[in-house]
C-alpha cells in the first residue's frame, strides 16, 4: 500500500493537533464553571501547561535525534488525544493545573517534532512552505472551534464532545503520522543546544515570536471569556472570537509564503504589525458584535504570518542546528506564557477582560524600532 506523501500527513497533523485547541478555546468558559474558578485560576492553568511545554522543549531535539520526529510525533499526538478523556470530570484547580502540565509535555515535543519537520520539507523542497504548514494548524483551530460552537449550541455534553472527537481524530492522527518519512541526516558541525550566544537575528525572531504569543494565544484562551463577559453573548456568538480571527489566520497563512517571496520578509513583518496594532485598539475600545468581528479578523491578518516567518528562519540560521533554532523560538512563546496567563488574569479581574490587550499594543508598537534598526538581519 502507497504511503500518503509526507508534505500531506504533515500538513495533517498541524490540523489535528490544532482542532484539538479549538476544543479548548471554546470549552474554556465551560472549564471556568466546571472547577469554579475566575480569570486567575483559567491563567494558573495556561502557566502549569506552559511549564511543562518548556521542560519539554529543552530536552526535545535531543530527544529526536536519538529517536526520530515520526516516532515523536507518533506517541505525542496519541498521548494528546487520551489526555482530554479525563477533563469533563476534574473539579479541582490543582487537579486541573496538574493534567494541564502532563499535557504540556506532550505538546512541548510535538510542537519541535512537528515544526522540525516541516522546516526540514521546506529546505528539502527550496522554497517558502512555513507559513502553508502553519495555515493547516489555524484551519484546525477554525473547524474545531466551529464544531464545538455548534455543539455548545445544541447541547452536547462535555464528555460526549471530545469522545466525538477522539473516536474520529486518533485513528486518522496515527495513519498520517505512520506515513512520514523517516527524518534526514543532519550534519553535526553547528550549535547543537541553545545554551551558547544567540546572534542578533535569533534574538529578533524570538522576540517577535513572543509578541505573537501574546495576541495568538489570547485569542485562544480569552476570545470566548471575551464574547461572554465584554460583548455579552452567549450561545454560538462565543465562538465568534475564534472563528473570525482563525478565518482571516488562514487567510493570511494561505498567501503568507507568496507574499514573503514577492515583497522580502521585512516589508511583509511591517505590514503585520500595522494590521495587529489597529486590530488590538479596536478591540480595547470598542465592544459591539461587529467591531469585535472586524477586530478579530484584522488581528487574525496580523498575526497570520509572524510565527511562521520565525520558524522559517529559525531553522536556517548558518552554524546552528535547524532543530536548535526551532526550539528557541518555541520556548520563547512558550516562555511568554509562563508569566502572561497569571498576568492576564490579573489584568481582567482588575481592569476588565478587554484590557488584556492593552500590554500587546505597546509591546508591538515597541518592537517596530528593532526591526526598523536591523531591517538586513531579516535577509537570510
Not at 366 to 377: A, R, S
Request: charged share 10%.
Amino acid at each position: 500500500m502507497k504511503k500518503v506523501n509526507d508534505i500531506l500527513a504533515c500538513r495533517a497533523l498541524f490540523f489535528i493537533m490544532a482542532f484539538y485547541v479549538g476544543l479548548w478555546t471554546i470549552r474554556i468558559p465551560t472549564i471556568k464553571d466546571q472547577i469554579q474558578t475566575d480569570y486567575l485560576g483559567i491563567g494558573y492553568i495556561m502557566l502549569t501547561f506552559a511549564s511543562g511545554s518548556i521542560i519539554a522543549m529543552i530536552f526535545a531535539n535531543k530527544i529526536i535525534k536519538k529517536s526520530s520526529s515520526k516516532k515523536i510525533l507518533i506517541y505525542s499526538g496519541l498521548m494528546q488525544g487520551l489526555l482530554w478523556i479525563p477533563i469533563p470530570f476534574i473539579t479541582h484547580l490543582q487537579f486541573f493545573m496538574f493534567i494541564s502540565f502532563i499535557f504540556g509535555l506532550c505538546y512541548g515535543v510535538f510542537e519541535i517534532a512537528c515544526n522540525l519537520y516541516a522546516s526540514n520539507i521546506e529546505k528539502r523542497e527550496n522554497k517558502s512552505m512555513m507559513s502553508n504548514f502553519h495555515a493547516f494548524w489555524s484551519l484546525g483551530v477554525l473547524f474545531g472551534s466551529i464544531l464545538t460552537s455548534y455543539f455548545l449550541e445544541i447541547n452536547v455534553s462535555f464528555f460526549k464532545n471530545i469522545l466525538i472527537y477522539i473516536i474520529f481524530l486518533l485513528p486518522i492522527n496515527l495513519f498520517f503520522a505512520l506515513s512520514l518519512r523517516e527524518d534526514d541526516k543532519i550534519a553535526t558541525d553547528s550549535k547543537s543546544n541553545i545554551f551558547f550566544i544567540w546572534p542578533i537575528i535569533i534574538v529578533l525572531l524570538a522576540l517577535i515570536a513572543m509578541a505573537n504569543a501574546l495576541t495568538e494565544g489570547s485569542v485562544d484562551a480569552w476570545g470566548a471569556l471575551y464574547m461572554r463577559d465584554f460583548i455579552k453573548v452567549s450561545g454560538f456568538q462565543i465562538g465568534v472570537a475564534t472563528l473570525s480571527f482563525n478565518i482571516f489566520m488562514v487567510i493570511g497563512r494561505l498567501s503568507g509564503d507568496w507574499f514573503r517571496d514577492k515583497i522580502g520578509v521585512y516589508n511583509l513583518l511591517i505590514i503585520l504589525f500595522i494590521f495587529t496594532i489597529i486590530s488590538l485598539f479596536i478591540l480595547i475600545n470598542f465592544n459591539s458584535i461587529f467591531y469585535s468581528f472586524l477586530g478579530f479578523a484584522m488581528l487574525g491578518l496580523g498575526a497570520s504570518s509572524i510565527v511562521p516567518i520565525a520558524y522559517s528562519l529559525g531553522g536556517k540560521i548558518k552554524g546552528v542546528d535547524s532543530g536548535v533554532g526551532i526550539t528557541i523560538i518555541s520556548i520563547s512563546v512558550y516562555g511568554t506564557f509562563m508569566a502572561a496567563p497569571a498576568s492576564l488574569g490579573l489584568i481582567a479581574n482588575s481592569y476588565g477582560i478587554n484590557n488584556i490587550f492593552s500590554p500587546m499594543l505597546l509591546i508591538f508598537i515597541l518592537l517596530l524600532i528593532p526591526i526598523v534598526i536591523y531591517k538586513k538581519e531579516f535577509k537570510l
